[in-house]
């Protein structure tokens, strides 16, 4: 005889379930092109100008608002539910200046979830956007928007919540262009810090504004890292390093071509692995002589489908890789290619170019991605290239001290406070 404990509905609803903040406010979505999405407003009660975009991601909302690439963007989720398992407590931060806060401008969703059931859960979306200053808007056509930036590109916005509503839209000359600024700037460390200093390999990561988990990535691999700011002068610092690592960041890549400048240097002279994401995959690109253009609507989402060009390490050519992506930019496909380098992915859906490498003739270790291998959300498709790239960072300084003279053994891992201090 089997025995069971009937509980009543509403009681075991109210142990998994939580209500966040009642949406009431109307709220609209102006687009520079002429057109208005009227629909409910959610968080924060605040107006904004900012980029409209949108992101085919099927999950990790918190983790794609709070990715600086997001900086100064309207998000449009094509996920017609978002914010049904809430908003965990992050109680793992890299560290205590890993940003925790909402980086887009506001959202846009179809249906925003009231209530919310998850078991890291501490808040609801629509709280976690009041208490961050964000604006939403629900109840909106998502997939509407979503075909119009598509046909017509990337577009200026504008949402409008309460009183606002009613007042006539901007005009042309009102919308905010945020690309127009420099970005990258905004949301890089302003002073250098270390993690994991007691790793085995030194890493410097010049920070375009890095997602927390490629800190995290490189740190689970025993780097000892550096993060220095976007602009700083690594080749004053380079020999103490035994690979550099160049960050994901919003905007135009045109704002800093200072930093490409230095990174040509770098590459010319120094022999150690670089390595570098989306916006660094982008510099690495324009310091090899590559030329960045902007694209029709971009990639965002977990489910861009790429093709290997080549092999190296845990890649290999002809397979195809789904991977998570966030940029409005792209490298040319230039021919000829620029001496010592080679494509490494391209795009399957548009033919972008989605990494380059050097080549093996160049006697270098250099690569460049425009996706994130680290997902955080997204596939795990290439998570093996942080592998790679620490690997040979690591196999590269085991060569370099077996080749020193006994007596200058001594001096490698030298301590870094005299930089962290000279900043």
């Known amino acids: 005889m089997i025995s069971c404990i009937i509980r009543s509905p509403a009681l075991y609803r109210g142990f998994v379930t939580h209500a966040g903040p009642r949406v009431t406010l109307p709220a609209v979505l102006h687009l520079k092109t002429g057109q208005s999405f009227f629909g409910r407003s959610f968080g924060a009660p605040e107006s904004i100008f900012g980029e409209t975009v949108f992101s085919t991601s099927i999950t990790s909302y ?17 996920t017609p539910l ?3 398992y809430g908003v965990p407590r992050n109680t793992a931060p890299i560290d205590s200046q890993d940003s925790q806060d909402i980086q887009c401008s506001a959202i846009v969703v179809a249906d925003v979830a009231e209530k919310f059931s998850h078991h890291s859960a501490v808040e609801s979306l629509a709280s976690w956007c009041r208490r961050s200053g964000v604006p939403g808007i629900t109840g909106v056509d998502t997939r509407a928007i979503t075909r119009l930036l598509r046909d017509q590109g990337t577009t ?5 919540v309460g009183a606002d509503t009613s007042a006539s839209r901007p005009t042309p000359e009102q919308y905010w262009d945020p690309t127009t600024e420099n970005l990258v700037d905004q949301v890089s460390t302003k002073v250098p810090y270390e993690l994991n200093p007691g790793g085995d390999v030194k890493i410097a990561v010049l920070d375009f504004g890095a997602k927390a988990n490629i800190l995290r990535s490189l740190v689970r691999r025993n780097a000892a890292v550096t993060v220095l700011p976007w602009n700083f002068d690594f080749d004053s610092v380079r020999d103490q390093y035994d690979g550099l690592f160049l960050s994901n960041g919003p905007g135009d890549p045109a704002h800093c071509i200072s930093a ?25 690109g324009m310091a090899a002589g590559l030329e960045a253009y902007r694209m029709t609507f971009g990639n965002r989402g977990h489910n861009q489908p790429v ?7 845990s890649i290999k050519a002809g397979r195809v890789y789904v991977t998570s992506q966030n940029h409005q930019y792209a490298l040319k496909l230039s021919d000829p290619f620029p001496q010592g380098w080679e494509p490494f992915f391209i795009n399957c859906n548009d033919s972008s170019v989605e990494g380059i490498k050097s080549t093996a003739e160049s006697g270098k270790k250099i690569w460049g991605v425009q996706f994130h291998p680290e997902s955080a959300g997204g596939p795990l498709d290439t998570i093996g290239m942080f592998t790679d790239f620490v690997n040979e960072c690591r196999a590269m300084k085991q060569r370099s001290v077996r080749s020193m003279p006994a007596d200058v053994t001594g001096t490698v891992g030298q301590n870094q406070d005299e930089l962290v201090a000279s900043a």
């Open 156 to 160: 200026l916005g504008r949402i409008a």
């Open 260 to 284: 490409a400048m230095k990174l040509r240097r770098t590459l010319q002279e120094w022999s150690k692995p670089v390595f570098g994401i989306c916006m660094g995959h982008q510099i690495i």
């Open 62 to 78: 918190t983790e794609s608002m709070t990715d600086p690439s997001y900086r100064g963007q309207i998000l449009v989720f094509t």
């Open 82 to 84: 978002i914010g049904n």
């Open 307 to 313: 093709l290997a060009l080549a092999s190296s390490g």
